[in-house]
């Protein structure tokens, strides 16, 4: 069965939703991002997507102390990601609870960084991150798209050795217009030895029933919970 990682995306402490990525068009969904992970574990779901969207930003890590909260007054399996640029930065995110680190613009513009951090931490504790946009890279926070496509990125980086692929599509991030089933399928084929994670316009329980069945490993949830458009009651299956 398919993991269910619902999101949360932090700016100045607070839950929030942009839409393809655009910082300009920030949605406050709470204040209190602990009230919300502890709805996600009081659904019964164990995994959570924690993003510094200041840190991606600002090209370093920003509000690690949300996730410090989350990590000390939840059991959820965090996965942080946003701005890790140093072997500090890296070692602060796990000792600071997260289980594991979604690595995206150091895997492009230092590849032999990242490399030993696969070396040192195991890929079971890395996540390569692979944000998207008509499949050329996005870095910086989405901030900036490369002409890289993302196939023949994957492709040079799977010697590495990573078990973890989470692939956003930004044109579809926040826009509660449906997800890229095509774009995760032929990702999926083509390497069928990661497991890879979908993200980006989810919308529908329909959606994650069709990801489920291509065989993808994982979906992360974000702004169809905080709309309504699935609801925790409907997740919550997916947490037994």
Not at 68 to 73: L, M, T
Not at 104 to 116: D, H, L, Q, V, Y
Request: with cysteine; charged share 25%.
């Amino acid at each position: 069965m398919i993991e269910i990682i619902p999101a949360i995306d932090i700016i100045d402490g607070k839950c929030v939703r942009l839409q393809q990525g655009d910082y300009a068009l920030k949605k406050i969904y709470n204040e209190d991002p602990l009230e919300v992970a502890k709805s996600f574990e009081g659904a019964g779901l164990k995994r959570l997507h924690l993003v510094d969207l200041e840190g991606a930003k600002a090209k370093r890590v920003v509000n690690i102390k949300i996730l410090e909260k989350i990590a000390s007054e939840t059991n959820l399996i965090i996965d942080f990601g946003g701005g890790i640029k140093t072997d500090e930065e890296l070692d602060r995110v796990f000792q600071s609870g997260a289980s594991l680190a979604t690595i995206g613009s150091i895997a492009i513009t230092e590849p032999a960084r990242f490399k030993s951090w696969i070396e040192k931490y195991g890929s079971s504790k890395i996540i390569l991150g692979a944000d998207v946009k008509g499949e050329k890279l996005a870095i910086t926070g989405w901030t900036s798209i490369t002409n890289v496509n993302v196939f023949d990125y994957i492709d040079n980086i799977m010697e590495y050795g990573i078990q973890y692929i989470l692939c956003t599509d930004i044109s579809k991030d926040g826009m509660l217009m449906g997800t890229s089933i095509d774009l995760y399928r032929k990702i999926n084929k083509r390497f069928p030895a990661s497991d890879i994670i979908a993200s980006g316009g989810v919308t529908s329980m329909d959606e994650i029933k069709k990801l489920d069945e291509i065989n993808i490993y994982g979906v992360i949830i974000g702004k169809a919970i905080y709309e309504g458009f699935i609801s925790l009651k409907e997740l919550s299956r997916f947490g037994i």
